[in-house]
């Protein structure tokens, strides 16, 4: 009888491993689109990402650089200030998108242009989120909402 109890454990223990390891295989399955990483555009210049990995670009509209295209194709430059890398987004901005404004976009970097399937512009005149303020300042060309240089 014990030899039998014994053995019902062990089938219960081994089942149950191969159920955690299943379960946490298909976790690990189901997240891997949902994580993006944040480059900066000297990070993607140094080192060019996969083309069939998602991630976030942030930096500043480069001036003059605003293209529409037809229809609701878009092309721009995005800079940290340290380098510059060319995006193209198909769909409508935000309201506060423009040049010289912060953004971060979501997408892929194919043949030298990042294709952005998401972008998002700053909400109000001192919001501009932390990565991207972050890498600005890593190239010493962040100035704050008040105007102040803080790159020395």
Known sequence: MKSLKKTRRIQVI??????????TGL???AMRDGINFFRAPSQIVAEPP????TFR???LVEEGSLKRGEGETISFAVTDGGATVPVVYTGV?????GENQGMV?????????????EILAKHDES????EVTDALKEQGV???????????
């Open 14 to 23: 081994a089942v149950a491993v191969v159920a955690l390891v299943v379960s």
């Open 27 to 29: 976790i690990g399955y």
């Open 50 to 53: 996969a083309p069939n990995e």
């Open 57 to 59: 670009i942030g930096g």
């Open 93 to 97: 901005l935000p309201d506060l998108f």
């Open 105 to 117: 976009g979501t997408g892929r970097y194919i043949n030298g242009v990042f294709e952005a399937s």
């Open 127 to 130: 919001y501009m989120p932390k």
């Open 142 to 152: 962040y100035r704050d909402p008040d105007g102040e240089d803080t790159s020395s």
